[in-house]
């Protein structure tokens, strides 16, 4: 029997379609509603003849605020309305600004030049308006100089004093101890 083999789940879920987001013409169920939209008394009318006035104008009838006392519907073309609402979410997201941070590794025992080396890149990152996170990476036994890595990073801290401020002191976290720097000014946009 087809039934019985392995790896057999049994029968798919039905495909379920994505439900609207607001209610449209004849799935609103209330007996009235406020009407509101372009080329239309404002006002609170029945359902019925709230649709019927949405037909005349070949526009759909959606219901906008559900828990308002009647719900508020809106004379509109849905479809243009999703589209404004879909393109409004877009610009919000694109304007967004994310916030990028740059690590920076150091290890317990880094000498001067290397120290000046990422000295450079962090203040790069920081004048480009992203925060930077130092830390330092102990290994093996390197663990035994978590002082000389909270040393190196607070004198990191200190050369980056103008261009940055401190976030987070350093603090250990397992094998790695971490410092966090955002920028003094908001930097590029």
């Known amino acids: 029997m087809a039934l019985n083999r392995p ?9 379920r379609k994505k439900e609207p987001e607001h209610r449209i013409n004849d799935f609103i169920r209330v007996p009235e509603v406020r009407l509101v939209g372009e080329n239309v008394e404002p006002g609170i009318y029945p359902t019925r003849k709230a649709l019927d006035l ?10 906008i605020s559900p828990n308002a006392s009647p719900p508020v ?17 877009k610009e919000i997201k694109a304007n967004a ?36 996170r130092a ?26 004093e103008e261009y940055g401020k401190v976030e987070l002191l350093p ?10 720097l955002s920028p003094k000014s908001s930097g590029k946009k």
């Open 171 to 180: 603090k250990l976290e397992g094998k790695r101890m971490f410092l966090t």
């Open 97 to 132: 600004k994310q916030t990028v941070i740059k690590e920076i590794r150091f290890g317990p025992n880094t000498n001067d030049h290397d120290f000046e080396f990422k000295l450079k890149h962090a203040i790069k990152f920081l004048e480009a308006g992203e925060k930077v």
């Open 135 to 160: 830390y330092v990476h102990f290994k093996g036994r390197a663990i035994v100089y978590k002082e000389q890595g909270e040393i190196l990073l607070l004198r990191f801290a200190q050369a980056l």
């Open 54 to 63: 949405a037909d005349e104008l070949d526009l759909d009838l959606v219901e």
């Open 7 to 15: 790896g057999f789940r049994g029968p798919r879920p039905p495909f």
């Open 73 to 89: 519907c809106k004379v509109i073309d849905y479809s243009k309305f999703i589209y404004e609402q879909k393109k409004k979410q």
